[in-house]
């Protein structure tokens, strides 16, 4: 049962450096989410999916594409890593509106 | 603008002792509320889902409240353990397009024995 996996778990990036988190859930879910998680705040949403083909922004976008060519994937991109984007993110799946299944997070810092 | 503030930011309890974390919203309109709790270094998991009929619901040794009056809701941890050490956070639906969600910054619970 392997729910909402996230990798990698840990990366350290140079700035200006990009890279992608892969994100994948065998739940048939039709919503996925990436959220950051910073120290003292709450989890902000970065973007979402309700479907394969379609995304849209959440909260805090800048900085991040996404894409959802499948319904068990949705990678993160990020273009040209910050310091500000040292985070944990985490990637999360549901039926539509319901629970939110979480994956085990990525730990990003960026140097 | 949808808010949802948690109190405290931290606490810590002797084990086996009782807790109550408490979340205020101003999310309109209400569809539900969720408690999740998040181990350190893992991802949040659901506990318990409150809809607006609904004022008391259990998992357990864990009874979450709402007051959909008040817009207020509770946690309350009975006989805590060890393993009840973790963040819970509380998470709001608008009944909106997409049913926006809106996350409190979490409580902090630590349990010592």
């Known amino acids: 049962n392997a729910g909402v996996t996230q990798t990698p778990k840990f990366q350290v990036l140079k700035t200006g450096q990009s890279m992608t988190l892969q994100c994948a859930q065998d739940?048939?879910?039709?919503?996925m989410s990436w959220y950051r998680q910073d120290p003292g705040m709450g989890l902000r949403l970065i973007h979402y999916s309700v479907g394969a083909g379609i995304t849209d922004q959440g909260e805090v976008p800048n900085g991040y594409n996404v894409s959802r060519s499948t319904t068990e994937d949705f990678p993160l991109r990020l273009l040209s890593a910050a310091p500000s984007q040292t985070s944990v993110y985490f990637c999360?799946?549901?039926?539509?509106?319901?629970?939110?299944?979480f994956g085990e997070g990525s730990r990003l810092t960026v140097l | 603008k949808n808010q949802v503030e948690q109190s405290p930011q931290s606490l810590i309890i002797l084990e086996g002792k009782n807790c109550t974390l408490q979340?205020?919203?101003?999310?309109?309109?209400?569809?539900?509320l969720r408690w999740y709790k998040q181990d350190t270094g893992r991802g949040p998991v659901s506990l318990t889902i409150?809809?607006?009929?609904?004022n008391t619901k259990s998992n357990g040794r864990y009874t979450a409240t709402l007051d959909a009056d008040t817009k207020q809701s509770s946690l309350h941890i009975t006989a805590s353990q060890l393993s009840d050490s973790a963040s819970y956070i509380c998470?709001?639906?608008?009944?909106?397009?997409?049913?926006?969600?809106?996350f409190g910054g979490g409580t902090r619970v630590l349990v010592k024995p």
């Open positions: 409150m809809t607006f009929s609904e």
């Open positions: 739940m048939n879910h039709e919503y």
């Open positions: 998470v709001v639906s608008a009944q909106a397009a997409g049913n926006k969600l809106t």
């Open positions: 999360a799946s549901s039926f539509n509106t319901g629970e939110l299944f």
């Open positions: 979340c205020n919203y101003t999310v309109s309109p209400f569809s539900n």
